[in-house]
């Protein structure tokens, strides 16, 4: 019940296309979804984050979709870039209590 | 200006002996946190403290003791060290009801 599960595990997408990396839970109790983007040899760094009380949440070219009756969401990268080249990991929480990350997606952004 | 500093970046050592990890945050949160990231980059939580008090303690070997000194430093003392232990060492920091942040690392390898 505490999982997160996150697909793919893997994507390679080609300069200016759309990433797509999908994350399901279990627990209705969760109430915080952030999306944590790490670069090798740094830390997870918040890149964006949604409760379920929206369905939608966008920032620049990042944008969170979230179905909350399927305990499903997900993050959108638009115009993707070299740049976003990075291990992508969801999570969910019960704000203020511990952080349960998805196992990861590796995004590699080609030319 | 480091939120979140971790030292040593890495660390090699033989099995059997005993090592610390440091960990300073000058964020003001009351929360801290350590994590492991294992080699296929899965990031689990080992320990919260807020405000210098155990919250958290996951199903960790008690080889694994954590400090807390005051609310701006955890610090993870390993004893006995194994094989296994080798992964990436994650300390975080977090205020109330707000994200975490994390430092960029311990890389531990046990010979």
């Known amino acids: 019940q505490q999982q997160v599960k996150q697909s793919p595990q893997s994507l390679i997408v080609q300069k200016g296309g759309i990433s797509i990396i999908n994350c399901a839970y279990e627990?209705?109790?969760?109430?915080?979804f952030p999306w944590y983007q790490q670069f090798p040899g740094k830390g997870p760094a918040l890149l964006i984050a949604?409760?379920?009380?929206?369905s939608e949440k966008k920032e620049g070219r990042f944008t969170i979709s979230f179905n909350k009756s399927a305990k499903q969401f997900s993050l959108h990268i638009m115009d993707s870039q070299p740049g976003d080249s990075a291990t992508y990991f969801c999570?969910?929480?019960?704000?203020?209590?511990?952080?349960?990350f998805g196992p990861g997606t590796s995004l590699s952004v080609i030319p | 200006d480091t939120a979140v500093s971790q030292t040593p970046k890495y660390l090699v050592t033989q099995m059997g002996n005993d090592k610390s990890i440091k960990c300073e945050q000058n964020l003001g949160h009351d929360t801290m946190y350590w994590y492991k990231q294992d080699s296929k980059k899965f990031l689990k939580i080992m320990f919260s403290?807020?405000?210098?008090?155990?919250?958290i303690n996951e199903t960790v070997p008690n080889r694994f003791s954590p400090k807390s000194p005051d609310k701006a430093h955890l610090n993870l003392h390993i004893n006995s060290l194994e094989l296994g232990d080798s992964a990436v060492y994650f300390c975080?920091?977090?205020?109330?009801?707000?994200?975490?942040?994390f430092g960029d690392g311990t890389r531990l390898s046990i010979l």
């Open positions: 999570a969910a929480s019960i704000l203020g209590d511990k952080v349960i």
């Open positions: 403290y807020n405000n210098k008090e155990l919250i």
């Open positions: 949604i409760r379920p009380d929206v």
């Open positions: 627990n209705t109790a969760f109430d915080y």
């Open positions: 975080a920091s977090s205020g109330a009801g707000q994200p975490q942040h």
